[in-house]
């Protein structure tokens, strides 16, 4: 039989890149989906996005055991003057016990003093929500948990349980069938005679497959026969998504794998220009990849390490995360246990030249930031501070090619943020989502540690957003025009308490949830605020922050507070009254370098996509006719 040649023998990068987009045209990687039990979920590949149906936690619970407490009448009470409270003013709780009615702090049960008559002495003053696990403080209904692609964790399936979501909708694993080929390979338990080789390859496909969360069937060896191979393959192929023959792929007398496949189907590269790994056939088949391995161990490994891991990666639509070190920028500072080494989730990004790691949320309870999280800082035993700027090594748990893949949005909450970097995942872009304000926003731009930031920032004197801020705070600024939206006062349904303006919210009977310092949201009630002469001390629970507008709603909406200001939309999740104050503008504040990376090209494509646009349609109280208009400016000379 005459002797083949390699025939499309090609670099390693030029072969895969090939193979992945012939296979993408013949519509290898459309999703193919199915439902499964969250239960069951484990290592599954969510097919869409999955969205919290209740809060997490769904009552506000006492975080420590103790006393419960009302934090007004704990004011001046100090180690020298102990405030002593009697029967009725505090009630004895348990870590977890609901907070008991008109109660809004806990103190640690080793901070009071227990007197025989009854009543307890405290030591010092406690603010509102002090050791107190509120509603929603983990996650809160309609929010966003997680994007479609991503592949679920055990602590996952926690979070998506604890927030009501029972079932998901979910790729379907990759199905892979296995076929060892030569006369000379035999059982590895049987005895070895000269001549004859074990059989051990087929179980490192399998497991190296597996671990990637293929479904894998391995077959008995076939012999060196071209009409058994031929039959092999005729019967794999319907009930399988990937074909990998081992052996037979090379360019001798008796290797028949290349032969077969180039018969029935496209010879994408035979031959790699690479060492171990060089025999190696990459084929479509009936629009199916079947590819020939190797038979040497190192060389299948290579190429398995090298091809067949991105095929199934891609069939995923995700990359594995690899364990790695590396030396990140702290974007902000970081207080620690000083008696105890401290592990932090952070999410990473690459940002110019260096990389840059943003805290996540904090806490034994806390499951969601171990869903977003890029890595751990560890924080040592003894170091009270880590500063902002400050380097220090964190331990990866996503891969690095992820991060630095990864965008990072800082800044101003607002629900479109989520659901746009749900559409941008399709295209390739990870965003990473961390709020902290307008305010933050802004410093985190001007320090180089976010590529864009969301902000709504009101001037009093121009009655005019953010512009007139950014110019004195940056001078050198670029902005794309992003939403107008409704804000206002978000109420029970119903208007129970019949609140109608700013003003309403001075009533005793009235209690108010704030958003927290430098948020936007936070200036524009103090810019009313002072204009109405109403003084913050008026408002019953000005002190009470949250972090999101659909924080602020779920706290109205469990009769946590009677009114909060937010944007309309949350109040149509979650089927609130709203009460109109005023339209403002919310926009993208864009680190300037970041104008040149092909990643912000692809934000604004898909941010001004007629896919985005029917996303924002069916959201109340926004405007986006101005929708991806840039506003340069440098600094004056």
Known sequence: MERKIYLKKMELGQALRMYLNRLKETGFFEPK????????????????????????PHYSSAAVDGIAVRSSETVQASKHAPKRLDKGHFVIVNTGQPMPKDFDAVIMIEDVHFLEDGSVEIFEPVPAFHNVRTIGEDAVEYDMLFCRYHRLAPQDLALLLAAGVFEVEVLKNLECAVVPTGDEIVDPSSELKEGFIPETNSVLVRTFLEKLGAT?????????????????????????????FIGGSSAGQKDFVYRTLEKFGEIVAHGLSIRPGKPTVLAIVEKKPVI?????P??????LERVVKPVVEAWYHQSEPDEDLLQAECATRVYSSVGDDEFVRVV???????????????????????TKMDGVLVAPRGQEVIDEGERIRVQLTSSRQRIDETVLFVGSNDPLIDRLSDLLIERGVRLSVVNVGSL?????????????????????ESETYNVPFLRRM???????????????LVVQKGNPKSIRTLQDLVRKDVRFVNRQKASGTRILLDYYLSKLGIEPHQINGYENEELTHISVALRVKRNLADAGLAVAYVAQLMDLDFVPLCWEEYDLLILPEFLNDERFQTIFDVMTSSDFRNVVFQCSGYDISDLGKIIREDEPK
């Open 33 to 56: 989906t199915e439902k499964v039990k969250v239960s069951e979920a484990i290592d599954r590949v969510l097919a869409r996005a999955v969205f919290a149906l209740r809060s997490v």
């Open 440 to 460: 933050g926003g802004v410093k985190a731009i001007a320090k180089s540690h976010a590529h864009f930031a969301g902000v709504h920032l009101f001037d009093s």
């Open 216 to 244: 894998v069937r391995v077959l008995d060896p076939v012999g060196d026969d071209p009409a058994k191979l031929v039959s092999t393959l005729q019967r794999l192929l319907p009930a399988h998504d990937l074909v990998l």
């Open 348 to 370: 990473l990004a690459k940002v110019k030249d260096r990389y840059v790691c943003v805290p996540l949320k904090r806490g034994a309870a806390t499951m969601s930031s171990l």
């Open 292 to 296: 020939g391995l190797p038979g040497f």
């Open 474 to 488: 940056l001078g050198r600024f670029v902005v794309v025009k992003f939403a107008r939206r409704l804000q206002g």
């Open 298 to 303: 190192a060389s299948c490994f290579t190429v």
